[in-house]
């Protein structure tokens, strides 16, 4: 599995961000796949998944604020980013399970929000 994450970039707190992850391989199922994010300084956190049973799960710094979606058809999973906060700013990672696992990781995209 392949994954290329864009869409990061500058926004001013309080703005919005879509981050878009594109898979390829023979295995993808974007039901395995999820957004991930580290902060400098800091380990690498789950931001948003997809659950098996069809729900999404979110970290609770970002309830409320960031939606993950997916299109099986195009194999993309998006993460839209809204009422963003300084403390959102961290390189951006989307990853694919395998067994359960996160085991496939893109290259990260840098989301930078000022003040």
């Known amino acids: 599995v392949q994954l290329q994450a864009s869409g990061g970039g500058l926004v001013q707190a309080g703005g919005s961000l879509r981050l878009s992850c594109a898979a390829s391989?023979?295995?993808?199922?974007?039901?395995?796949m999820a957004w991930y994010r580290q902060a400098p300084g800091k380990q690498r956190e789950m931001v948003a998944r997809?659950?098996?049973?069809?729900?999404?799960n979110y970290a609770d710094s970002v309830k409320g604020r960031f939606t993950i979606s997916g299109d099986s058809t195009k194999r993309t999973v998006y993460l839209q980013m809204d009422s963003l906060k300084l403390e959102d700013t961290a390189v951006y990672y989307c990853?694919?399970?395998?067994?359960?696992?996160?085991?496939?990781w893109g290259q990260g995209t840098l989301v930078t929000v000022s003040s």
């Open positions: 391989g023979s295995i993808v199922n974007i039901n395995d």
């Open positions: 990853s694919h399970d395998l067994l359960g696992l996160p085991i496939y």
């Open positions: 997809f659950a098996r049973d069809g729900r999404t």
